[in-house]
């Protein structure tokens, strides 16, 4: 790409891409994954459904079988998701935009830099959500629910799927910050 026009064709491709880029971590995005990784009372059993489940490819069948198009490379959406990984980014038999993805993973990592990341984990209580000026909200819950009302089938169309995803995933309203002013 060398100039701008080269951005303005491939816009829905980009955005595409940037969706892409969030979904690659959705499971994530599910309670499920909260209990998997909470901090539990000594002796506690997790229910198999909880200690089975694997956020990388539980929702998979969410994104449909669309493709992304860009730099003249076809990748599916499942594929880029699942394959979009750190361990990934150095793999030459990959396309060039798993790779990449799995670069933009890792580097966005920096806290499991640190030693203390793996030994400080939450209790599921204590896991909410807060806004970059420390403000927190109740216990996070529903979150299944919430991921699973996302218009899928609206991926490829980011003035529909963007705003879905902004709203259902914003940490606080103006309302809820005024009311910790």
């Excluded at 980009?14 to 959705?26: I, N, S, T």
Aim: hydrophobic share 30%.
């Amino acid at each position: 790409m060398g100039n701008l026009e080269d951005l303005v064709q491939h816009r829905d491709m980009l955005l595409l891409a940037e969706a892409v880029a969030w979904l690659h971590d959705m499971g994530k995005c599910d309670e499920r994954q909260l209990q998997k990784t909470a901090k539990l009372p000594p002796n506690t059993k997790l229910p198999d459904e909880i200690r089975t489940y694997e956020y990388k490819t539980a929702h998979l069948d969410l994104v449909g079988s669309g493709y992304l198009e860009l730099l003249n490379e076809r990748v599916s959406l499942k594929e880029l998701i699942e394959e979009g990984r750190p361990q990934n980014q150095y793999e030459a038999g990959k396309p060039w935009l798993i790779r990449t993805l799995g670069y933009c993973h890792n580097v966005a990592h920096t806290e499991k830099e640190e030693e203390t990341y793996y030994l400080s984990r939450q209790t599921l209580d204590d896991t909410r959500r807060s806004n970059p000026f420390g403000y927190e909200s109740e216990r996070l819950t529903g979150l299944q629910a919430k991921l699973y009302s996302l218009p899928f089938s609206q991926l490829s169309n980011p003035s529909i799927f963007k705003p879905e995803v902004e709203e259902t995933f914003s940490y606080l309203s103006l309302a809820q910050i005024n009311d910790n002013v």
